[in-house]
Structure formats: structure tokens, C-alpha cells
């Protein structure tokens, strides 16, 4: 598994990504809100457009200063883990 980077240094290519905000106030609680797990963790899937990182779900910049203070903004990110398991092809989309 990917390691994670420091936000400063971004992926060369377009790609999803998980970001880490290790200084978010209970107002900024979103992470835990839309993707649960306990408060601490503080980590929410976005994505590296080419030119900034952006919160899945929403579209903003992960750091823009009118959303989210900039002491607040993520520091670290890396590339979504593999699934465990390949999909399975031999079955429609969206049947079981």
C-alpha cells in the first residue's frame, strides 16, 4: 500500500485520492458525517484534478480559504488502496 504524502507534492496525473485533516474542529465534522467512522480519523476521499486537490462529494478545493481556514486545510494524501477483490465482471451492473 501507498504511503502517505506530504499535500505540497501532488500526483502527476489526475487520480482519486484519500486526504488527511489532522486539525478539524467539530464545526468541519464532515468527514465523520458523510463517511462515518470515528472522529479522529479525519480522512475523506477527493481527488487530484492536474491542478488541486478536490473533496469527493462536493467539488470544492480541498483548501479553499472562503470553506475551510487554512490552518484546517488537508496536509497529507494518497492514492485509493486496490480493492480486495477484482470485480465481478460476469454480472450486469447494478444486479446481484
Given amino acids: 500500500m501507498s504511503e502517505w504524502k506530504q499535500i505540497e507534492i501532488p500526483p502527476e ?5 484519500l486526504l488527511f485533516y ?6 468541519y465534522d464532515w468527514p ?14 477527493g481527488w ?7 473533496v469527493n462529494g462536493t467539488g470544492h478545493e ?21 480493492p480486495p477483490c477484482p470485480a465481478d465482471t460476469s454480472k450486469p451492473t447494478g444486479k446481484a
Avoid at 487530484?48 to 478536490?54: K, L, N, T, V
Wanted: no cysteine; hydrophobic share 30%; proline share 19%.
Fill in 13 to 17: 496525473n489526475p487520480t482519486p485520492v
Fill in 22 to 27: 489532522p486539525n478539524l474542529p467539530g464545526e
Fill in 32 to 45: 465523520t458525517e458523510i463517511y462515518g467512522g470515528p472522529r479522529e480519523e479525519r480522512v475523506a476521499i
Fill in 48 to 54: 487530484w484534478d492536474g491542478e488541486s486537490f478536490r
Fill in 62 to 82: 480541498a483548501y479553499e480559504d472562503w470553506w475551510m481556514p487554512p490552518a484546517n486545510a488537508p496536509t497529507h494524501w494518497m492514492p485509493l488502496p486496490k
